[in-house]
């Protein structure tokens, strides 16, 4: 029979069924309630800013209450500043 090496965090009994150590254990399962903290607390996160966000993109602050895309916004005032030196020039 071939036996192979097992790490050291792989116990095996008597029955050559391995099982996980209560420190190896203790690790996993800290390692998934800090991931589950971390997901739980991105999402409280994310929910609390979430009505900001949506104003955000849709382009809506507090110079541009109407609405209009920020991108429409720039192109406008890019024209604003430009327009005097064309008429003039």
């Known amino acids: 029979m071939n036996a192979r090496p097992t790490p050291a965090s792989v116990a095996v009994d ?20 800090l991931g589950i903290f971390l997901s739980i607390l991105d ?8 009505p900001r966000i949506r104003l955000r993109v849709r382009g809506v602050t507090e110079a541009n209450p109407a609405g209009v895309p920020a991108t429409e916004v720039g192109v406008g005032r890019a024209f604003m500043i430009v327009a005097p030196g064309l008429i003039s020039g």
């Open 14 to 33: 008597r029955a050559g069924v391995a099982s996980v150590t209560p420190r190896t254990r203790n690790r996993i399962l800290a390692a998934i309630m």
């Open 43 to 50: 999402q409280t996160i994310v929910a609390t800013a979430l």
